[in-house]
């Protein structure tokens, strides 16, 4: 049995990953989501990487998993706890001292014109996507806005999936970026950017299969 620690993206919730849960405690793990404190004002990345931890606590074969914005903490769970593996599932990669909030110009990244369902959850069921933007949460300028904290990427085993069919993160983009900040060939899984939603069965599958690549 592993634990998987699942960090959520920006403005979003711990809800975002209750169908993956299902999933990987179907198949005897334990998981791990919590909501990051990004209502608060006053909370910086260090506080949300220490919010992960305390909810974790000890955990044997622990995989920290993080999606979209939630890669600017996952990294930083590392350095507090043991982590045997870190997922980025289409997630953002920092470097040291990078302000969140300038990761977009400095990758390149283009936006779009598409409301937030075509953007995110276009092969989302209907009634989830309603949920998903329900459950948005406002996110404090503090954690944008300060540099980065983690001095390197953490010693520790990183895997990152991209998803082909998204369109907040396109692949092309995606594979650039990873290619440039980690140095790596990413893993990709058909589904939008929102793929716990829309594809978890196969998402807890991919993930499992990690724990014995």
């Given at each position: ?17 209750h ?23 006053s ?11 305390r ?12 999606h979209?914005?939630g ?9 507090r706890?043991?982590?045997k ?9 920092p ?5 969140p909030?300038?990761w977009?110009?400095?990758?390149g ?8 369902v ?27 806005a ?56 196969e998402?807890?599958?991919?993930l499992?299969?990690y724990?014995?690549?």
């Amino acid at each position: 049995m592993a634990t998987f620690a699942l960090i959520h993206g920006g403005g979003s919730s711990a809800w975002d990953w209750h169908l993956v849960e299902s999933e990987l405690r179907a198949r005897g793990h334990r998981t791990v989501a919590v909501d990051l404190p990004i209502e608060d004002d006053s909370a910086g990345l260090a506080d949300y990487a220490d919010t992960v931890a305390r909810a974790v606590g000890a955990a044997d074969d622990l995989v920290v998993v993080a999606h979209s914005w939630g890669g600017f903490v996952a990294p930083l769970v590392c350095d507090r706890l043991p982590v045997k593996l870190l997922v980025l599932v289409t997630a953002m990669i920092p470097v040291p001292g990078e302000p969140p909030g300038e990761w977009w110009a400095n990758t390149g990244f283009q936006g779009s014109d598409l409301d937030l369902v075509a953007q995110f959850m276009h092969d989302v069921p209907a009634e989830l996507a309603e949920e998903g933007l329900r459950r948005g949460r406002p996110q404090a300028e503090k954690s944008s806005a300060e540099p980065w904290p983690g001095t390197a990427w953490p010693d520790v085993p990183t895997r990152f999936l991209l998803c082909r069919d998204d369109r907040f993160f396109p692949p092309e983009f995606m594979r650039r970026v990873v290619r440039d900040r980690l140095g790596v060939t990413p893993d990709e899984i058909g589904g939008s950017h929102m793929v716990m939603l829309a594809r978890p069965k196969e998402l807890a599958e991919r993930l499992e299969a990690y724990l014995t690549a």
